[in-house]
């Protein structure tokens, strides 16, 4: 089954402490169509500026994902700036650009209107909830969003955390919308919000997910060095959702490997700047490395 | 096979943010020895004061646990006072007593000099060599140390590692035991210099092992609240090591299954203020716990 993604198609620059990238491509929805595109049909909703070049767009349709809803508008590209110093979990943001973005108004393709599974990037919940509205009948619907929208626009996140099937939030974040310090009690708080499955990012410590009444707890995979954390939280969310989609169900035991097929995608998109190892990536090394988590995680029953 | 250790027998006062405790027992040896002492035979080394009352050793008596290598010294009780905040990961230590503890010169009995299996709890590492050095041919022994000791006693610390099969340490202190931000990379440094096995605590986030080439990730149990966090660390390894001591062979399953009674032991640990949980626990209530770990990280296979 696809999926509708709508989020942000930018340019990154990036410093870590093992070097630097330079206007390169990035993105929420650039990571995340990339990610799933390994696993299911994608359709990229999202706004570009006039300097986007077209090699962009062809990578992605390279890919196979549909860009039917990536509009060109007047104006420059969406642009972030951010550094990562040796704790790689935490993003300093050094500049912010909207440009195109600041005015982006989705409007669906007819032909995306009927997309059974949707995912909602970290944009203003506003936005969110128009491009929901806009889809038919949605089969399974996630979104991420963050503190900057937990503060200043809960009532529309409240909104649209009603109608979604599966939240994807940092650890952070989800104690500070449920105002709780104990991840747990953060956790059944916000679910009875609305999203049956709370998936919760933990950098390099790995997600939780609950769904219902149950509780799953997979590992990030154990790196040497994570060469650059951009894109790694909707990298995850792409290999999740792009999974789910290509079951065509959410059960939990789906869920589950949903959930390690996520963290394998992520853990290998922090190797490299910018898109550079989704890229490069083949279906065998994501299958192995899938057995690896296997591995890393087994132990004998009682 | 039985197991000796030498630590800290002392009392704590310690503040939650749930409740109070004042002058309850604690102690590295405590724990570890209470904890184990489920799994195995244990033999117990520290001191006490003339302030100890019969009451407690009696209750260490009573799990069976061999307190010989307990010797009552003239003065007090090593006493320990603490405050944790919202966040259960970090201590505050308000006051410090070592009081007998200062001038402790540990001398095995006769009977404890062939136990098989050995813990060295976190004291200075010179009283944990000279512990080892009295055991006749150890088969398996473990050590914890802190930043402390990192610190100001490298010298001995770097002597220990090297006679040590199983090292088990907080994130941050093998970090900066290592000098390397990358956990994977500190963890392979430490290795190099003596111990074949490192367990890496992570608090809240469970645990990790590093075994030769090999690498295992085990969570913690999620539980709604930590009442207090006192002792996690030495009753997480009572439970490794008594269950090690039990198998009597340190092989890759049964270290994995270790971790995980570890974890069980620790997460009933922190249900309580002092030693009043594992003092309730049944062994049913610890097989149960194992099999939730079970349920909370299986996911199928490709």
Redesign the interface.
């Known amino acids: 089954m696809g999926i509708l993604v709508v989020g942000s198609v930018a340019f990154d620059s990036v410093q870590t ?1 093992f070097g630097r990238a330079d206007e390169a491509l990035g993105g929420s929805a650039t990571y995340f169509s990339t990610s799933a595109s390994f696993f299911t049909d994608v359709r990229l909703v999202a706004v570009v500026g006039e300097d986007f070049p077209d090699e962009h767009i062809d990578g992605l349709k390279g890919r196979g994902i549909d860009v039917e809803g990536l509009k060109k508008a007047p104006g420059k590209t969406f642009r972030w700036k951010g550094r990562y110093d ?2 790689l979990n935490q993003a300093h943001t050094l500049e912010t650009h909207l440009n195109v973005f600041s005015s982006f108004d989705p409007h669906l393709p007819e032909a995306y209107k009927d997309t059974p599974y949707v995912f909602l990037a970290n944009i203003d919940p506003g936005l969110q909830l128009k491009v929901l509205d806009q889809v038919k009948k949605p089969k399974f619907v996630a979104c991420d969003t963050m503190n900057f929208w937990i503060e200043g626009k809960p009532d529309a996140l409240r909104k649209l955390l009603k109608r979604v099937d599966l939240f994807v939030i940092n650890e952070g974040e989800a104690r500070q919308l449920a105002n709780e ?5 953060a956790a059944r708080k916000i679910q009875k919000d609305g999203p049956r499955i709370l998936i919760i990012k ?1 950098g ?3 997600s ?1 997910m609950f769904s219902g009444g ?6 990030a995979y ?4 994570v060469f650059d954390p951009t894109g790694a939280g909707d990298t995850f969310a792409g290999g999740v959702m792009g999974y789910l989609a290509n079951t065509g169900d959410a059960v939990e ?1 789906n869920l ?2 949903a ?2 097929f996520g963290s394998v995608m992520a853990s290998f998109n922090v190797e490299a700047f910018s898109l550079e190892r989704l890229n490069a990536l083949r279906l065998e090394e994501i ?1 192995a490395r ?2 690896e988590f ?9």
Do not use: M, N, Q, W
């Open positions: 402490p040796y704790d310090a104990s991840l747990v009690r933990r390099e410590y790995g939780v149950s509780y799953f707890c997979a590992p154990p790196l040497e060095e035991a589950r490997k959930i390690i299958r899938y057995s296997k591995r890393l995680t087994h132990f004998d029953d009682l």
